[in-house]
């Protein structure tokens, strides 16, 4: 446990990080990236859904190769090529062991890119 | 047919002083606009128009930032003097502020708030000062193809937004929840405001200084001039019916399902009318537009053949033009067609209209251009910082098509994007965890013809980390095509190459959200223009400077423009005659 979790477990931060994620991806347009296309709805393309899968992937791209995190992602379904979700993978963070800092490691990354979505 | 209204007495060199404020007023409105807005695709990509239109809703002069909102803001203040002129919806006072983001009247989408504001002189309406501008969030549903205005975003009707005086606070409260950054919706309503109040204090002052008849008589003698000079050049286009085709791949929802642009064209005497009955129905996706944007194609295509540097942009202009738009095309579309997209199929309606009229006046005509937007969103978590990443490459520049004495031009941006900007390859490489492998000209893409199709232009985007890209680009099926002889430009190309793939066995299509591993590509190939004129008709030594340039290959040059090249690149003088001999012998036999 480090010092970035304000020594929570690992099972209440997951819970608290789905929470601010369902915040800040309902707010979310990436307005602020502003302009590029003239007239369209640049962000059409953009669903709360697809960023999620992002973050997802990103911490899955990470983590893959860390055997204690191994069966986490196996048990969300988050494998090679196949999509899972956020909430799944938290819910499996939430039952790991406590103590874990590779857990927290994770979590942390989910927290950085979470808290620095509302700047994009 | 002469000049109708009465008033070719108006002091001249007071409608001088007027065309000149006039402009002025509106410069100023856009001016303020772009400096106030919250959001760039206000104040750099110019996604807004301002105006002044008479009392009757007739466009005065507009500054205008893309060129299909032409039509948009005269037919919604109409609509509103139409509203206001049933009793049991009160009147229009000189305090007010009128507002809506109607798809169906603006013509484009419900990002498109207008706020009109009336300039009442002497106690009598004489004016408006109007401003449509894009608000980049309005609700609505993120990600996928809508199909329904509901799931657009939040919809407001014509009302007023300040009445008397006094601002609606429960409207403004209805808005702020119905979208995901208020504070930035309210950034730009704001600015939009100012851009109004600019405009009737602008407007007043000469008003104030003039005197309201004296002002009024020259607008009036404004748009008489305006009408003359599009009359006469109406006059010399020869009289008849002419009609064209072209496409659209599809609607992004029945993909393949291709969509017809059919239409047709009246000239008699000096009045001209295009007629968009045989545009396609409105689809079931999202790239219908209302009425005022099949006016606008209309409008946009006609400036352009009668009347292209008369300034200001006014109602005189388009008097000799009758449009014929029947509900429910995709130009016309009536609710609930969903709307979002509405800016795409418009272009390729005025490429249409030019083509129709292509044998008659050759002169005043261009052939097709690449027509799309060609951009792509991608999104992601960088690796580097460990943050959430969205960014666009694009718009990209295609090729616009040739024209009867000039060679097309290469790598702009489509026609309804105006002087929209691109995003510089080293800004994007050092915000996105993307690398530009490529940003080159197409080789070959301008059509060939005695006169060149202008060349599209090829990026390629590796991806350095796991990222989605979508791209919603059109005309990928239907190729910009040529005129009078000249050949078509190549088509618009998406599409997504794993690492180590090989890129020519992929078939160009709309990409939708698709995942990107480090070292995958995108490819974004803007399409290139139509040529004009038979390619064997151009000058050997302007194709042996394109193969110079590496516009052309040789290939090209002998196959296509039957020019032979010495090994130095210089023209073989006889060679090329032979070709050309030899050529035309073929096309006769």
Known sequence: MNASNGGRGAGLRAIALMAAWRRAVSAHTALSTGMACACGSPFDGVSGEALEQDLVFYVYDKYRGVPVLHPLFEQAGCLDGSACDLATLLRAVASAPEGLAEVHGLLDDLEKAISGFGRL | MTPSSDHQHADAVLTEIVRNGVLAVTEEMKTNLMRTAYNMIIYEALDFTVGLFTAEGETISIGIGLPSFIRGMSNTIKAKLEHYSRPENGTIGPDDILVTNDAYITGSHLNHFTFSQPIFFEGKLTAWACCMAHWPDVGGALGGVTSDIYSEGIQIPVMKYQDAGRINDDLVRIIKSNVRLPDRAMGDLRAQIVAVNTGHRRFSEILRRYGREPVLAAIARIMDHSEAAARARTRSIPDGVYEAESFMDDDGLDIGNRVPIKVRVIKRGDEMTVDLSEVSPQVRGFFNSGPSTGYSCAQVAYKCLTSPTDYPINE??????????????????????????????????????????????????????????????????????????????????????????????????????????????????????????????????????????????????????????????????????????????????????????????????????????????????????????????????????????????????????????????????????????????????
């Not at chain 2, 105006?418 to 690398?435: V, W």
């Not at chain 2, 618009?492 to 690492?499: G, I, Q």
């Not at chain 2, 995958?520 to 340039?549: C, I, M, S, T, Y």
């Open chain 2, 316 to 589: 005189g202009s388009f008097r000799p033009l009758k449009v014929i738009v029947p509900e429910g095309t995709v130009v016309s579309a009536s609710k609930p067609a969903a709307m979002r997209k509405w800016m795409t199929f418009p272009m390729t309606v005025v490429d249409t209209i030019f083509k129709a009229l292509a044998d008659a006046i050759p002169d005043r005509t261009i052939a097709a251009h690449h027509a799309d937007l060609v951009i792509a969103l991608f999104h992601g978590v960088s690796p580097k910082d460990g943050r959430f990443f969205i960014g666009f490459v694009g718009p990209s520049g295609g090729g616009w098509g040739a024209k009867q004495n000039e060679d097309g031009m290469s790598g702009v941006v489509c026609s309804n994007d105006g002087d929209t900007h691109n995003s510089p390859c080293e800004q994007l490489e050092a915000k996105y965890p993307i690398l530009i492998e490529r940003h080159a000209l197409r080789v070959d893409s301008g059509g060939a013809g005695r006169q060149r199709g202008g060349l599209g232009t090829e990026t390629i985007v590796r991806a350095r980390a796991p990222m989605s890209v979508d791209v919603q680009s059109d005309r990928m099926h239907c190729p910009p095509w040529g005129l009078q002889g000249g050949h078509a430009g190549l088509a618009n190309e998406v599409f997504v190459v794993a690492r180590g793939k090989d890129p020519e066995s992929e078939v160009p299509r709309k990409v939708r959200n698709e995942r990107l591993m480090p070292g995958d590509r995108l490819f974004l190939r803007a399409g290139g223009g139509g040529g004009f004129g038979p390619p064997h008709e151009r000058d050997p030594q302007k194709v042996a400077n394109d193969v110079r340039q590496g516009y052309v290959t040789r290939q090209s040059a002998r196959e296509k423009y039957r020019v032979a090249l010495n090994e130095d690149g210089s023209v073989d003088v006889q060679g090329t005659e032979a070709l050309r001999r030899e050529g035309l012998a073929a096309e006769r036999a």
